[in-house]
């Protein structure tokens, strides 16, 4: 109250607004990157390609980390240029915590897409941690009246270090030693939700190797040494062709050649 003393409620909504904005488009976007690959059947086929597990990771965070970015800072710029919410604090320090916070963010989402077998569960995966981490950060009930135990369990939510770090930021003109205060659990919480998210993404990528199986060897005899020339290459091509057996790839061939001469 001494930094709003007209208890202006929008002083002190809006700028956890942009927090909590942030917060759902970027779990949202990144629970259904991975998650829509794997429904659509394209997962295995980016694993199998020579990219590699982190590549595929950064991949899936940058958009998520630019929307949310973006529409954090036009949260931000609706405050003080809509709302007319007074500004005190240091921009950049407030934008590198954004940008911290988004990447906390894109972990936990990222795991939730490398758990989820569709869409459907991935989306109901980022509601159900989503909103109980709204109600627990402290935005419409302050951490010190919760329970000791669900005191605990707020530290460990990213929004709950971003809205002190906004919030004051937007009031108290809080200074750079109180906001690395609070930007170091979100630099570590940023940490280990990545480093479990490329862990789950490298589980799922192993629980692809058993369905493969390689294809049986075809022998294709000892006269393909030299170039098939002459007389004898339609009775090499007639050898070599049934050597390969594959009868669907035959129907295929005289589907095509069919419809291609009718």
């Known amino acids: 109250n001494w930094f709003n003393p007209n208890l202006t409620y929008r002083w002190f909504i809006v700028p956890g607004l942009s927090g909590i904005l942030a917060l759902f488009s970027a779990l949202l976007i990144t629970s259904l990157?991975?998650?829509?690959?794997?429904?659509?059947?394209?997962f295995d086929q980016l694993l199998v390609s020579p990219t590699s597990t982190p590549e595929i990771i950064i991949s899936?965070?940058?958009p998520a980390l630019a929307i949310g970015t973006g529409l954090g800072l036009l949260m931000m710029g609706a405050a003080v240029g809509l709302f007319r919410i007074p500004f005190s604090g240091s921009f950049w320090l407030l934008?590198?915590?954004?940008?911290?916070f988004i990447l906390s963010v894109v972990?936990?989402?990222?795991?939730?897409?490398?758990?989820?077998?569709?869409?459907?569960?991935a989306i109901l995966g980022a509601f159900s941690i989503g909103v109980p981490a709204v109600l627990m950060s402290?935005?419409?009930t302050p951490?010190?009246?919760?329970?000791?135990?669900?005191?605990?369990?707020?530290?460990?939510?990213?929004?709950?270090?971003f809205l002190i770090i906004v919030e004051g930021s937007f009031l108290k003109a809080m200074s750079p030693g109180d906001i690395l205060a609070s930007l170091w659990p979100l630099a570590l919480i940023a940490l280990v939700?990545?480093?479990?998210?490329?862990?789950?993404?490298?589980l799922t990528a192993c629980a692809v190797g058993p369905e493969y199986r390689s294809p049986p060897p075809v022998d294709t005899?000892?006269?393909?040494?030299?170039?098939?020339?002459?007389?004898?290459?339609?009775?090499?091509?007639?050898?070599?062709?049934?050597?390969?057996?594959?009868p669907v790839l035959e129907r295929l061939i005289d589907t095509a050649l069919t419809e291609n001469l009718d």
């Open 143 to 161: 951490v010190e009246n919760m329970p000791t135990l669900l005191q605990w369990l707020a530290q460990g939510i990213p929004l709950t270090h």
């Open 95 to 100: 934008l590198a915590s954004l940008v911290l």
């Open 60 to 62: 899936k965070s940058l």
């Open 221 to 246: 005899g000892s006269g393909w040494t030299e170039p098939v020339t002459g007389a004898s290459a339609p009775a090499d091509l007639a050898r070599w062709w049934s050597a390969l057996g594959d």
């Open 107 to 121: 972990g936990i989402g990222l795991m939730i897409s490398a758990i989820s077998a569709t869409q459907q569960q």
């Open 193 to 202: 939700s990545l480093t479990m998210a490329m862990v789950s993404a490298l």
């Open 138 to 140: 402290g935005f419409a």
């Open 33 to 42: 990157s991975i998650a829509r690959e794997r429904e659509l059947g394209t």
